[in-house]
């Protein structure tokens, strides 16, 4: 089993529509949440983080830890032909920890 | 900031030969991070420096590969030989560790290399 667990898709919603993009994992260890944003033929980049268990919202993005259930959640309202692309979850430790990447969720957003 | 530098862009070539591929890191930027993605196995770390030390190499599949930081500004990834299997695209990311806040190890990554190996 991965560490860290995320749907390849693709998804395809209608410009205007709420997307929901998920992650699990199982190490208890991670601290740290991140949702990276990877256009086509380009590297990731960093969307939003957080730390620990909770929201935090950055315009239309929303991101949501529940330690919990080991599940993270990244919600973009009004979603806009602009936000397509692949969404990456990533999670790491304390301290000095490698990043682990979720295989990445690739969103189509149609006009 | 040009942000981070990795050439080349693309590179195929045939099975056996050696591949090089160069990175420099953002300026200020105290580690720097060799990542390897793939459809497959999506993003892998691969080898990780901090001051220019490499620091965990876990991630190296096997002794085809080794990567090296002479200095702060520059980094090579070399595979030697070349295998169809390493065709992927190889990502350089830096960042400033420790976080100058409390973050989330915050890395910058390249355009990347697409390799491909005949």
């Known amino acids: 089993q991965k560490e860290v667990e995320q749907d390849p898709g693709p998804l395809s919603v209608p410009e205007g529509a709420i997307v929901s993009l998920n992650c699990t994992y199982s190490?208890?260890?991670?601290?740290?949440f991140m949702w990276y944003r990877q256009y086509s033929r380009k590297g990731p980049e960093l969307l939003m983080y957080?730390?620990?268990?909770g929201n935090k919202e950055d315009g239309r993005f929303t991101a949501q830890v529940d330690k919990s259930s080991k599940y993270i959640s990244l919600f973009i309202r009004d979603s806009q032909p602009s936000d397509s692309a692949t969404y990456l979850c990533?999670?790491?430790?304390?301290?000095?920890?490698?990043?682990?990447f979720g295989i990445g969720t690739k969103l189509q957003v149609i006009p | 900031d040009a942000g981070v530098i990795q050439s080349p862009r693309h590179e195929v070539t045939e099975m056996g030969q050696e591949v090089t591929l160069r990175c420099k890191p953002i300026?200020?930027?105290?580690?720097l991070f060799w990542y390897r993605q793939t459809m497959m196995r999506g993003l892998e770390l691969l080898i990780y420096?901090?001051?220019?030390?490499?620091?965990?190499d876990s991630g190296m599949p096997e002794d085809r590969f080794s990567a090296k930081m002479p200095n702060a500004s520059f980094s090579t990834l070399k595979i030697q030989p070349s295998e169809p299997r390493d065709s992927a695209v190889y990502f350089c990311?830096?960042?400033?560790?420790?976080?100058?806040?409390?973050?989330?190890?915050?890395?910058?990554f390249g355009a990347g290399s697409r390799l491909t190996v005949l």
């Open positions: 990311a830096s960042s400033l560790v420790p976080e100058p806040e409390a973050g989330a190890n915050v890395l910058t």
């Open positions: 190490n208890s260890a991670f601290q740290y």
């Open positions: 957080t730390y620990s268990s």
């Open positions: 990533a999670m790491r430790g304390g301290g000095y920890q490698k990043v682990t």
């Open positions: 300026s200020g930027h105290n580690s």
């Open positions: 420096f901090n001051n220019n030390v490499p620091i965990d």
